[in-house]
C-alpha cells in the first residue's frame, strides 16, 4: 500500500476550524473527560429543555444501554430549520439537481420551513402522530428532505426504504416496524430511466395492511390509486396550513429506522435517537468537511442510506449549510455530469464513493479536464476501502492537487463518521481513514479479544460509546446485545478487519464478517442465498465477495441444483433475474457457477472460506481440507470456477 504522506496545505490548516494542535487538544479533552466535553458540544444544538446528564452508556453484555443528553428536550426539525430562519431565512437550504440537467431548483430555508411545515400537517392529517413509523420509499427529490423533516416535527419514527429495492424488501421493511403510512412517488428518474415506485409500492402491499400512502407526484407517469388508501400530496397539501408546532420530543425519543444487512438472518433494524444523534451528525459535519457558512456542500449518497441520512439532511441543515440533492447518476447525460454539476452550482465541499470514482475513471480523464472545478475546496470519500488508485486520481484530476480527501469510515450503526483526516489537522495516506473523531476510542483485538498495541492488524472495535450511536435493533434489544457486543465482551465491534501503521493511521480492510460490499451498498450474504434457495430449481447455495475492479467487491453464487434439473446459461440468467425480483437490482449476481456439491464439514457446515478462495481465483492455497466431508468437490469448483484471472 501506499505511504507517501500528503501535509496539510498551508492556506487549507489556517483557515480551518481546527488546526494539528487543536485536534490533539480536542481529542485528549474528549478521551479523558467526555462528560465535560460532549456537555459542551451538545449545546452546538438547540435544547427546549437543556440536558443536565449528559453520558450514560454501558457496554456490559448483560446491560447494553446507550444514552445521551436523557433529560433534555428538543423538536429536530426545528433545529434543522426555525432555528436559521432569523439570520439565514433567504440562503439556500437545498439545492437540487434533477436528473436531467435542464432541471434544477433552489430553496430557502424560508421555503423549506413551509414546505416541511405543510408536508407535516399533511402526514397528521393521516393520523401519524408521535412515536408511529412512517415508510418512506422515493427518489432524490426535495420532498423526500421534506418527508423526513416532517416527520421528525411530528416526532414521528422514519424508515427510508432505498428506491431500488423490490416489493418484497419494502413488505419487509413495512411490516418488520409496522408503519401505517408510506410515502412515495409515482416513478422516479434515474439516468433517463423511470423506476416505477407506486407501482412496487402497490405489490408490496398486496399482502400488507396500511392506513395510506402519500403520493407524491414526480414524472407524471400512470399510476393506480387504490379508493380510500392512497392520496396525491399535493392535493393534500392544499387543504393543510403551512405552520405545524414542532413536536418537543426527548433526546433518546427515535428520529428513525433504517435496515441494514447483517452476517446472518434478515435486516435489522437500526435506531437513532434524537439528542445525540444530531449534536453528532452536525458537529462531524462541520469539523469533517470543514463547512463554512458560504460552503456549497455536495453528498452524492442516496437518502435512502445512512449517509444521505446524516451528510445530506441531518448534519448540514443542523448547520444551516446548503446542502446539495442530486437526482441522477455520475454516467448520465456523461461522464462529466458530477463536474458540470459541480461548475453549474459553484459546489465547494465534494463527498462521494471510490465506486463512482473508479466508474469516472475508466470512462476516462477528459470527462474531468474539460470542466473547471475551481470551486473545490475539501473531497470526501465514503462506503468501502479507497485504493490508492482511485484516491490518487480523485486527488490528482478532480481536486488538481489542491483539495484535501477526508476518506470517512463509519456505518449505519455508528450514526455518522468515526474514523476520518480533519482538512486542517491531518496529513494523509491514499487509501487510509487515518485517525478518530473527538470522543472515538478505536482498537484493534485479536480473534480473542485480546487488545493489540502498536503497529498492527486487527479486528476493528470501538471501546466505549459516542452520541451518533445506534440505541438498538428495533423491536429486538437481545440482537442488537448478539450482534455488536457478545463478541467481544465489552467492546463495539464493527465487523471490519482493519491495520494500524507507524503513525497510528487507520486502514481499514474491509468486512471480516459475511457482509459483502457492493459498490458501497452494504449486502448479507445469507440474504441472498435465502433468496436462491427459494428458487424451485435451487437446492443450496453460497454466496461470497470477491474483487471486483469497478464495484469493490462482486457476487459470487455457488448453486446446486435440484436433482433432475440441469444447469445452463439460461438458467444462470433465470436466477440472476429472480434475485433481482426478491432482493432488487443491487444484488444481482455477478458470478454464478454451478456445483455438484459444496464443501462442507463432516458435520454439515459450509466451509466458506475455501468457497471465498475460489472466487478469488487463489486457491493454491486453500487450507486445511483434511476435515471436509468430501473433498472431491473441491477439485470440481476449482475446475469449473468462473473467475479466472
Ligand atoms: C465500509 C456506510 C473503508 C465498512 C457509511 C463498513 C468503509 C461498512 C468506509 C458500513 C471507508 C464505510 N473505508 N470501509 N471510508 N466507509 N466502509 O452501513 O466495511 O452502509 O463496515 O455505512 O462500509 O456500510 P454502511
Known amino acids: 500500500m501506499s505511504e507517501t504522506l500528503y501535509p496539510v496545505p498551508a492556506d487549507i490548516a489556517a483557515a480551518a476550524y481546527i488546526d494539528d494542535a487543536k485536534y490533539q487538544e480536542m481529542y485528549k479533552a474528549s478521551i479523558t473527560n467526555p462528560d465535560g466535553f460532549w456537555g459542551e458540544h451538545g449545546k452546538r444544538i438547540d435544547w427546549i429543555k437543556p440536558f443536565t446528564k449528559v453520558k450514560n452508556t454501558s457496554y456490559d453484555p448483560h446491560n447494553v444501554s446507550i444514552k445521551w443528553f436523557e433529560d433534555g428536550t428538543l423538536n429536530v426539525s426545528a433545529n434543522c430549520i426555525d432555528r436559521h430562519l432569523e439570520t439565514r431565512g433567504d440562503k439556500p437550504a437545498i439545492i437540487w439537481e434533477g436528473d436531467d440537467p435542464s432541471e434544477h431548483k433552489v430553496i430557502t430555508y424560508r421555503e423549506l420551513y413551509a414546505e416541511v411545515n405543510k408536508f407535516a400537517n399533511v402526514l397528521h392529517a393521516m393520523g401519524v402522530k408521535k412515536g408511529d413509523r412512517v415508510t418512506l420509499y422515493l427518489p432524490m427529490i426535495p420532498e423526500a428532505a421534506y418527508a423526513m423533516l416532517a416527520c421528525a416535527r411530528l416526532g414521528a419514527i422514519h424508515s427510508i426504504v432505498f428506491g431500488g429495492f423490490s416489493p418484497d424488501s419494502l413488505a419487509q421493511r413495512i411490516s418488520g416496524c409496522d408503519s401505517k403510512v408510506i410515502v412515495t412517488a409515482d416513478e422516479g428518474l434515474r439516468g433517463g430511466r423511470k423506476v416505477p415506485l407506486k407501482a412496487n409500492v402497490d405489490k408490496a402491499l398486496e399482502t400488507l395492511d396500511v392506513d395510506k400512502v402519500v403520493v407524491v407526484r414526480r414524472t407524471g407517469g400512470d399510476v393506480s390509486m387504490t379508493e380510500g388508501r392512497d392520496v396525491w400530496y399535493h392535493e393534500e397539501a392544499e387543504r393543510v396550513s403551512d ?368 468457497l471465498r478462495k475460489i472466487a478469488e481465483d487463489s486457491f493454491d492455497n486453500l487450507g486445511d481440507t483434511s476435515t471436509l466431508a468430501d473433498p472431491a468437490v473441491v477439485e470440481d469448483l476449482i475446475e469449473n470456477r468462473q473467475n479466472r484471472a
Not at 428520529?255 to 439528542?275: A, M
Not at 456505518?411 to 487515518?434: C, Y
Not at 493511521?505 to 450474504?525: A, K, Q
Open 243 to 610: 405552520h405545524c408546532e414542532p413536536v418537543e420530543v426527548n433526546a433518546e425519543d427515535p428520529l428513525f429506522i433504517l435496515y441494514t444487512s447483517g452476517s446472518t438472518g434478515q435486516p435489522k433494524g437500526v435506531l437513532h435517537t434524537s439528542g445525540g444523534y444530531l449534536v453528532y451528525a452536525s458537529m462531524t459535519h462541520q469539523y469533517i468537511f470543514d463547512c463554512k457558512d458560504d460552503d456549497i456542500y455536495w453528498c452524492t449518497a442516496d437518502v435512502g442510506w445512512v449517509t444521505g441520512h446524516s451528510y445530506i439532511v441531518y448534519g448540514p441543515l443542523a448547520n444551516g449549510a446548503t446542502t446539495l440533492m442530486f437526482e441522477g447518476i455520475p454516467s448520465y447525460p456523461s461522464p462529466s455530469r458530477f463536474w458540470d454539476v459541480v461548475d453549474k452550482h459553484k459546489v465547494s465541499i465534494f463527498y462521494t464513493a471510490p465506486t463512482a470514482i473508479r466508474a469516472l475513471m475508466g470512462a476516462g480523464v477528459e470527462h474531468v479536464e474539460k470542466t473547471d472545478r475551481s470551486s473545490l475546496r475539501i473531497l470526501g470519500s465514503v462506503g468501502e476501502p479507497i485504493n490508492p488508485e482511485a484516491w490518487q486520481w480523485f486527488y490528482d484530476h478532480v481536486g488538481n492537487k489542491r483539495c484535501p480527501i477526508v476518506d470517512t469510515w463509519w456505518q449505519t450503526e455508528t450514526g455518522g463518521i468515526l474514523i476520518t483526516p480533519l482538512p486542517g489537522a491531518t496529513a494523509l495516506k491514499p487509501g487510509s481513514a487515518t485517525r478518530p473523531f473527538f470522543g472515538v476510542q478505536p482498537a484493534l483485538v485479536d480473534a480473542e479479544g485480546q487488545i493489540l498495541e502498536g503497529a498492527t492488524e486487527g479486528n476493528l472495535v470501538i471501546l466505549d460509546s459516542w452520541p451518533g450511536q445506534m440505541r438498538t435493533v428495533y423491536g429486538d434489544h437481545e440482537r442488537f446485545v448478539q450482534t455488536y457486543f457478545s463478541t467481544y465482551k465489552g467492546m463495539y465491534f464493527s465487523g471490519d478487519g482493519c491495520r494500524r501503521d507507524e503513525d497510528g493511521y487507520y486502514w481499514i480492510t474491509g468486512r471480516v464478517d459475511d457482509v459483502i460490499n457492493v459498490s458501497g451498498h452494504r449486502m448479507g450474504t445469507a440474504e441472498v442465498e435465502s433468496a436462491l434457495v427459494a428458487h424451485p430449481k435451487v437446492s443450496e447455495a453460497a454466496v461470497v465477495g470477491y474483487p471486483h475492479d469497478l464495484k469493490g467487491q462482486g457476487i459470487y453464487v455457488y448453486v446446486t441444483l435440484m436433482d433432475g434439473e440441469e444447469p445452463s446459461e439460461d438458467l444462470a440468467k433465470e436466477l440472476r433475474g429472480w434475485v433481482r425480483q426478491e432482493i432488487g437490482p443491487i444484488a444481482s449476481p455477478d458470478l454464478i457457477q454451478f456445483a455438484p456439491g459444496l464443501p462442507k464439514t463432516r458435520s454439515g457446515k459450509i466451509m466458506r472460506r475455501i
